[in-house]
């Protein structure tokens, strides 16, 4: 019995983090948000092997597992890096892979890192107000809300059936319009469809649920990656700021706070591990894990960003720290794939709890 | 990764298993649990090498190697089949241990057997009013005169303290050394003149704990255990392990199962109330948590398993964590039922033997017990984080 990463998972882990810590700093995801690209940090990444982990070898890839995905995930939300990750290198296999052969062009494209694979699932998940999406004859009709990447060459897109398709951003059909969120570390867009060709990736409803599960696990680890950030950042704070005389981390107000945040954050560790685990190993789990760890990680990271932030005092509010930009990744992986609330009731549905 | 135990811990698993499925009847039920039955269930727990499982032979216990995975086991089957797992206490529980590691090898063979049969019941005295999270500032003397130590003072929360036939005991023998290096462990029998036991009725209604007074009690001198001085490492050669027991995981795992077959039970205006969405979603949130908390838990174990895995904060977390989970987890089944939440001892409307109520208040009283939450912060802070310690406060002269 070991549960914890092998030691391949541990140097993937730090193979990940020394080129995030390198090539991903505060400053150049600042340079993100101001209206830069992300194409070097995603090249750095394929090289890395990145997009290929969860294609199968016989598809060119490398064929690890969703744990592997979780791992790099989590390097990513620790260092709140701007990058396809999610919907290029995790859902979009997980999607294509389970269509057969259908896709081996596309999947060594993006296992090459030249294709970029954006996620439109809001609609099929909870959709809001007046955005729906209608198929109808290989067609696409309606408009996704806060689709991401806004640099995709082609969306996931999942209708309100839970079937899915697959269109081109530059399809004649398809309107892509900017829309501005709170996380400048990732763009999402309002896709609009007037009759967008659409091929057909699965109507099959256990696709969308796997696909949907492993983008919510590996949400769930982005979030835990900068909650853990966060909070370490929080420490180091508290050790060096002095007032009245001593560290503010000898106050047990302050130390306290980090007690707590990393109580709470410790078993969000176990539970990601164990998530990712189950996607590959543990059907009959993997579901109902999948759903309390997207939640369980989204109310534990809003205490943890709103805790580290305070930890900060005044600086902690300032851009200057930049701590922000791990607060709002945090608010956005909350509601991204699932509001808490919504994925809950989803747990609850799939123990057969209620209808 | 690979959660598995092998196939011979799965054959071991089946036999257990087995065991319960063919004497579980005889397991006691309800709360005596220090009569007939219990020990005689306790002999045969021991035989099977179901409790008391790594302590020697020759001190009456099961005399198997140390492994993990079947004490794992064995604490999985009987909590899944809801069967008594044998006595507990903190006789059994902490002073076997640390005589295991710290006794005479007389003090081994005089104590043992008897503790782990039921024969021998114990309490412990170490908290005292003035020594509660600053349990090394406790007071009670110990006085050396001739071949006896002459005890004076007060201990609190000596839990069955009024049935104990012997407690094991923290006490200042040496006034002038640092406070962690003047203190003795001493054993003696609660017969001895000049004991007072006073029950202390605590907001569960039942007296759980006692205060405990000494007045002039007379100990013979070889009643300590390790030397003179060292009383605080005998202590706390088994304190921490004492910590993540207190609210394991597996337990709150069967209170989760039976709150949500409360909710299917339970009816407000005739809808049940895990069709209520308020009340649902509060049961998700604590069943993540108690999720979180399993997965934890079996890092702790892996660690222990796999010299060179890190556990990280993962032992240092599960008291505070375990104990305010399993607080609220009780505490939501009490707002499911509402008014029937309260019913209590007599009431017609009792849920569960007025177990919700119970470990309600019980848990409370873990929250503060065995290191309060607020001590388990500075741990977690202190030891965990590296964070600097709280400036000493110098006392004004």
């Known amino acids: 019995m070991q549960f914890g990463l092998s030691e391949e998972q541990i140097l993937l882990l730090d193979n990940v983090n020394r080129f995030l810590d390198d090539n991903s700093p505060l400053d150049r995801v600042r340079a993100y948000a101001d209206g830069g690209d992300d194409a070097d940090i995603w090249a750095g990444l394929t090289e890395l092997g990145v997009p290929a982990l969860l294609i199968p070898e016989a598809q060119g890839g490398i064929g690890l597992d969703p744990l592997d995905a979780a791992i790099v995930a989590e390097s990513l939300g620790a260092h709140i890096t701007p990058s396809p990750f999610l919907g290029t290198a995790v859902m979009a296999p997980t999607a294509l892979v389970a269509s057969g052969g259908k896709y081996d062009d596309l999947l060594a494209e993006i296992a090459a890192g030249t294709h970029r694979v954006g996620i439109a699932f809001s609609e099929a998940i909870k959709r809001r107000n007046d955005a729906q999406v209608e198929a109808r004859d290989g067609r696409l009709f309606g408009k996704s809300l806060f689709a991401f990447d806004a640099d995709a060459d082609s969306y996931l897109v999942a209708d309100q059936k839970q079937h899915l398709y697959l269109v081109a951003a530059d399809d004649p059909g398809l309107t892509r319009t900017h829309l501005t969120t709170v996380d400048k570390t990732r763009r999402t867009v309002e896709l609009t469809y007037d009759n967008a060709a659409a091929q057909s990736v699965s109507t099959d409803v256990r696709v969308f649920e796997s696909v949907l599960d492993i983008g919510r696990v590996a949400i769930a680890a982005d979030t835990m990656g900068a909650a853990q950030n966060m909070l370490d950042q929080a420490v180091e704070y508290a050790k060096q700021r002095e007032q009245f005389n001593r560290p503010i981390g000898s106050f047990q107000a302050v130390k306290h706070m980090c007690a707590e945040m990393a109580a709470q954050l410790e078993p969000c560790r176990s539970m990601v591990w164990f998530a990712g685990h189950a996607l590959a190993e543990l059907p009959e789990e993997a579901r109902v894990t999948a759903c309390h760890t997207k939640a369980h990680l989204a109310e534990v990271a809003q205490f943890v960003a709103k805790t580290a932030t305070e930890v900060h005092g005044g600086m902690g509010f300032t851009d200057l720290v930049g701590l922000h930009y791990w607060f709002k990744r945090c608010g956005a992986n909350r509601q991204w794939l699932g509001a808490p609330e919504f994925v809950r009731q989803e747990a609850a549905v799939l123990q057969g709890l209620t209808d | ?397």
């Not at chain 2, 002073?95 to 295991?100: A, I």
């Open chain 2, 1 to 397: 990764m690979d959660l598995s135990f092998g196939p011979e811990y799965e054959g071991f698993r089946s036999e257990v298993a087995t065991f319960l499925a063919s004497n579980a009847d005889k397991a006691p039920k309800g709360n005596d649990l220090r009569g007939q039955q219990a020990k005689d269930w306790q002999k045969l727990l021991i035989e099977h090498g179901y409790t008391c499982r790594t302590i020697p032979k020759e001190f009456g216990g099961y005399g198997a190697e140390p492994d993990i995975i079947k004490t794992r086991i064995i604490a999985e089957e009987f909590s899944k089949a809801r069967v008594n797992a044998g006595l507990g206490g903190q006789g059994i529980s902490m002073l076997v241990p640390t005589l295991l590691e710290m006794g005479t090898q007389e003090q081994k063979e005089q104590f043992i057997r008897p503790t782990i049969t039921g024969d021998m019941i114990w309490c412990q005295g170490y908290s005292e009013p003035g020594a509660g999270s600053d349990l090394a500032a406790l007071s009670t003397a110990a006085v050396l005169d001739g071949d006896e130590w002459v005890i004076n003072g007060q201990k609190i929360w000596t839990s069955t303290a009024q049935i104990a036939d012997w407690i094991f005991c923290l006490v200042r023998s040496e006034p002038d050394a640092p406070k962690h290096k003047g203190i003795s462990f001493l054993l003696f029998d609660m017969k001895t003149p000049g004991i007072e036991v006073r029950p202390l009725v605590d907001m569960t209604g039942h007296a759980n704990f006692n205060e405990t007074f000494f007045t002039d009690v007379r100990v013979p001198k070889h009643q300590i255990v390790g030397e003179r001085g060292q009383g605080w490492q005998v202590a706390n050669a088994i304190l921490g392990h004492e910590r993540e027991t207190l609210a394991p995981a597996n337990t709150a795992q069967t209170r989760i199962n039976a709150l949500i077959e409360l909710m299917k039970n339970e009816t407000a205006d005739g809808a049940r109330l895990i069709d209520n969405p308020v009340y649902r979603d509060r049961l998700m949130k604590i069943q993540g948590k108690v999720m979180a908390m399993r997965f934890n838990e079996l890092r702790v174990l892996s660690a222990r398993l796999n010299a060179g895995q890190d556990p990280g904060l993962s032992r240092m977390i599960t008291k505070l964590e375990g104990t305010e989970l399993r607080h609220d987890l009780e505490g939501l089944a009490i707002d499911v039922m509402g008014e029937i939440g309260l019913a209590y001892e007599d009431n017609p409307h009792l849920r569960g033997g007025g177990s919700w109520q119970r470990d309600y208040m019980y848990f409370l009283g873990l929250i503060i017990g065995g290191g309060t939450s607020q001590i388990q912060k500075n741990i977690i802070s202190e030891r965990g984080l590296g964070m600097p310690r709280e400036p000493k406060f110098e006392k004004a002269s």
